[in-house]
């Protein structure tokens, strides 16, 4: 029954839009007046984030300042910005042991910042960039982790890890 209804409509459209063409080519049923047709056009920005600059799991040997950088994509058609935050609250703004399935007790005492033109620290996260121009913009972004001689070392194969949301959306001028 379906195919039989899919066929019939398929039919009608290839057949109405004949019928169409062959008219508009002879000229006869159709006049020279023109339609206008308003729309307005709502402000997008669309952030593509992957997952190696969302989750970032590590295993810190020594004290010192860990890095990592990676490219969130913008796309946009208005003034824009990106923000950051933590996606849960189990870590805080903090790095975590993870277990491979659950996060466990022990965390880094320094909260974890983000940057790419403005620095943020977590967990209160913000705007790390903003933009004026319209397209597609490729953004580094750095994350910052400073282990001190106080933080603990983990067993095995484990690690520290933190999830974070990178969301863009339009400015909004007042």
Sequence with gaps: MRKTLGRSILFIVVFLSIS???NWS???GFSSASTTIRATVLPFVFISAPKDICIWEFQPSAPGIFT???LLNVTANTDWKITVKKTDDVNDGHMREWTGVNYASKKLH???KVSADREVTLPEGGTIQTGTTAGEHEIEVTLTQVVTQD???LKDRLVYRIEL???GSPIEYQ
């Design 165 to 167: 949301k990178f969301e």
């Design 151 to 153: 933080d603990l070392p």
């Design 68 to 70: 990592k950088k990676g």
């Design 110 to 112: 320094a909260p974890l």
């Design 26 to 28: 002879s000229g006869s």
């Design 20 to 22: 169409v063409i062959l």
